[in-house]
């Protein structure tokens, strides 16, 4: 065999692998109203600052909640740990955007945030699908 087609199946089955993980990881979620109803915190948030912690391998960012769709007690709330960017769960923020971010429940130290939390950059969407999230997110529908 190869080189290159050694190199090809280990891509072919490194990408396997990490689909399967994600999968794995996530479950499955049949619609962002189902994702809403199953989170603790939900929430728009502005991103204002990052902070890398190489030595945990985490990046945590601070923000300012824009508007909350959750019930939970989120005082003092103002940070979003994820895992660091070399980890196949990582999310990655922008400073100065906004973000829908669904999570458990806040602890002390803020809300946890990977890949399998589904954020969604709210700077970058069309207003038509902003008014659409904000209608799935109604809080006076009961969750099923």
Not at 11 to 21: A, C, D, H, P
């Amino acid at each position: 065999m190869g080189n290159s087609t050694a190199a090809f199946w280990i891509l072919g089955i490194v990408t396997f692998s990490g689909l399967r993980n994600i999968r794995a990881c996530c479950g499955h979620v049949d619609s962002r109203r189902d994702h809403f109803c199953n989170s603790k915190f939900v929430a728009i948030v502005n991103i204002t600052k990052e902070i890398s912690n190489m030595e945990e391998y985490t990046n945590t960012y601070e923000f300012d909640i824009k508007k909350e769709f959750s019930s939970t007690n989120t005082a003092g709330v103002n940070r979003i740990t994820t895992d660091d960017s070399r980890l196949s769960t990582s999310v990655q923020f922008q400073v100065g955007d906004q973000y829908l971010i669904f999570t458990g429940e806040p602890g002390n130290e803020g809300v946890h945030i990977g890949l399998c939390n589904f954020p969604e950059n709210w700077t970058q969407l069309e207003e038509a699908d902003r008014v659409k999230i904000i209608k799935d997110m109604d809080v006076t529908t009961p969750c099923q």
